[in-house]
């Protein structure tokens, strides 16, 4: 089974508009984390967003945040007022374990793409 | 710079050869992890080092190796070379968030894009 699942190989998008990139995952690790991650053609993976599994509320970080639904299992990041340079790949991943012995793990990724 | 160096940021080998690719992590960190993304791919985790120690091992071939150094840099070999190895090679080093110590997120280096002809 996959640990997460990323439904959208690839999603277009308006300048300006919102977009919500889809993320579920699968775990029985009661302590986890979630990132997002953004990789842009020039290929560095460049860090967004975490949430925590125990944190109350749903991670922000600018235009990002991150729509945590713990009994759905799913961890939707959402980028509000979208720009051009926001086409990118982007990557759920999450860790599972304790420190120094953790996994992470990433989906297939979204390849967002920001229409002017 | 995330603080994470990668070197060869690129490198061209043929068919048959071995290769290294090394890896320094962000000051203090000390995890290291290795992915490989091939073309088109997501990330596919291939080992991790926790102070000089491997801790867990992904989809790693017999043909790679990696290794964990005092000064905690870290080196991937890639050996026997095939075309099917070209893909672009990231380290990581995990990261705490000192105002959130459940927070250890990991930091990427640029890559190591490896070609093999």
């Known amino acids: 089974a996959q640990k997460i699942t990323q439904t959208q190989p690839g999603m277009f998008v308006q300048e300006k508009e919102a977009v919500t990139l889809d993320c579920t995952y699968d775990t029985s690790d009661p302590s986890y984390g979630l990132f997002w991650y953004k990789q842009p053609s020039s290929g560095e993976m460049i860090f967004l967003i975490y949430q925590g599994s125990y944190d109350q509320q749903n991670a922000t970080e600018g235009r990002y945040s991150l729509n945590f639904q713990k009994a759905r299992k799913s961890a939707n990041l959402v980028i509000s007022a979208s720009q051009l340079g926001d086409s990118a790949m982007y990557f759920c991943a999450m860790r599972e374990g304790r420190r120094g012995n953790e996994k992470l793990t990433f989906g297939t990724g979204t390849r967002l793409t920001i229409i002017p | 710079d995330s603080g994470v160096t990668q070197t060869p940021k690129h490198l061209i080998t043929a068919t048959g050869q071995r290769v290294t690719l090394r890896c320094s992590p962000r000051?203090?960190?000390?995890?290291v992890y290795w992915y490989q993304q091939s073309l088109d791919q997501g990330l596919q985790f291939l080992i991790q080092?926790?102070?000089?120690?491997?801790?867990a091992k992904g989809n790693i071939l017999e043909r790679f190796s990696a290794q964990q150094f005092p000064d905690l840099h870290s080196e991937l070999n890639l050996s026997s070379l095939e075309l099917g190895d070209s893909a672009l090679y990231f380290c990581?080093?995990?990261?705490?968030?000192?105002?959130?110590?459940?927070?250890?997120?990991?930091?990427f280096g640029s890559g190591t894009r490896l070609t093999v002809v």
């Open positions: 080092y926790y102070n000089g120690e491997e801790r």
């Open positions: 990581a080093s995990s990261v705490v968030d000192l105002s959130d110590p459940a927070n250890y997120g990991y930091t």
């Open positions: 000051s203090g960190d000390l995890s």
